[in-house]
């Protein structure tokens, strides 16, 4: 789930897990403090105690950017969406949230909420650095509550580029998605705005290698690279979940499978039926007549030629109540959250009791080989 993540905390029931590279952002962020800030405002400091400072106001930052991360989880919940959790890693934090935005309005709310939070936190900061200096508190000790005042500011400030899928293009989405009605048009106008804003990134981040800071400049380019993917991933899924829209399982299936005993051998099955239809899965019915499994090619390649006399049909076949089952009036984008790799992709579809066909990866295929035409119809619709 968590890709490598392993989990520090828990808070408010939301699982917080860390990436391994979160350990180089903060090595960073420390140096940064101990090499940079430090020696700078507070010059003569000892080495250790300038790292000491450093560590302590990484960790600091790390808990701004998880308070922040927080602040769109709880409010996503609260809308009924589901959080998987908040991972940590290289660029940041990521709030894991699924299931539908439901509204534009729902999703201009939630992305605001994270840059409020560091909002907010920016006015702790600078209240504290504040209340520090007039009670005479040494120059190392208020370095910090400034740095983290101008970094969450920073942090501010990037994410509200309206640039999908920063915060800031998440509020644009739910804007244009709140006026225009159209979730697809917002997404693809958010997207642009993103994509665009990677290739300024990455060009800064290009003139920066060879003419400025080159550690600076790689780092711009490889923020600019991951949001330009991250763009352009968004625009792609909401153009796959477009297309799919108001589609039935009735109109994609293949009809009218051919149901074969499940105890002719594996040879039986290759000679007589799979070789005469242009099926790729079989189901088989036990001598009883129920639906007791389903053959794929897959499970027939499996078997060497040598021992296809000796296997029956049942032994390669996917186990009946492994399978998903459907119905011909539901919606394909439902049946494709069930169908998973225990069934090869596949999903039996029952109309009261009786077998009238089966979904594939191929069929699913076929839709999005109909060309941009019908993408466009169904976008104009
Ligand atoms: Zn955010």
Same mark, same amino acid.
Request: proline fraction near 5%; hydrophobic fraction near 50%; glycine fraction near 12%.
């Given at each position: *789930? ?55 106001? %990484? ?42 935005? *439901?509204?534009?309005?729902?999703? *201009? ?27 005479? %508190? ?63 990134? *990455? ?26 993917? %991250? ?151």
């Amino acid at each position: *789930m968590n890709r490598g993540g392993v989990p520090i905390a828990r808070i408010a029931g939301i699982k917080i897990s860390a990436d391994w590279s979160v350990l180089v952002i903060g090595a960073l962020l420390a140096w940064g403090v101990a090499g940079g800030a430090v020696p700078a405002y507070a010059p003569g400091t000892a080495l250790w105690l300038a790292w000491t400072v450093g560590v302590i106001s %990484a960790l600091l930052l790390i808990g701004s950017l998880t308070a922040h991360e927080m602040g769109h989880a709880l409010l996503a919940r609260h809308r009924g969406l589901t959080v998987d959790g908040i991972r940590l890693w290289l660029f940041g934090g990521v709030a894991q949230i699924s299931g539908d935005w *439901m509204t534009g309005r729902t999703e *201009m709310l939630v992305a605001a909420i994270g840059p409020a939070v560091s909002f907010l936190l920016v006015g702790v900061f600078v209240a504290a650095s504040w209340l520090l200096i007039s009670v005479g %508190a040494p120059t190392l000790v208020t370095i910090v509550p400034e740095w983290l005042a101008g970094l969450n500011l920073l942090l501010l400030v990037f994410n509200l580029i309206p640039a999908f899928p920063l915060d800031g293009g998440r509020i644009l989405r739910g804007f244009l998605w709140t006026r225009t009605k159209n979730r697809m048009t917002a997404t693809v106008a958010a997207s642009r705005a993103g994509s665009f804003f990677a290739v300024v990134l *990455m060009g800064v981040g290009v003139l920066d290698l060879f003419f400025g800071d080159p550690i600076g400049g790689l780092w711009l380019m490889m923020i600019g690279w991951f949001l330009h993917t %991250a763009a352009r991933g968004e625009a792609h899924g909401e153009q796959t979940r477009h297309a799919l829209e108001g589609m039935l399982v009735g109109d994609v299936m293949s009809k009218n499978p051919v149901i074969v005993p499940s105890w002719i051998t594996v040879e039986l099955l290759v000679d007589q039926y799979v070789m005469g239809h242009e099926f790729t899965s079989f189901p088989t019915h036990s001598i009883d007549g129920r639906i007791d499994g389903l053959v794929t090619m897959r499970g027939i390649k499996q078997v060497p030629p040598q021992q296809r006399s000796a296997r029956r049909a049942i032994d390669i076949a996917i186990a009946a109540d492994r399978v998903p089952i459907a119905r011909p009036d539901e919606h394909i984008t439902d049946l494709l959250k069930r169908i998973g790799a225990a069934s090869d992709g596949r999903a039996m579809v029952y109309d009261g009791g009786t077998l009238v066909g089966i979904v594939s990866p191929s069929d699913i295929a076929r839709l999005f080989q109909t060309g941009p035409g019908r993408m466009t119809a169904r976008v104009a619709a």
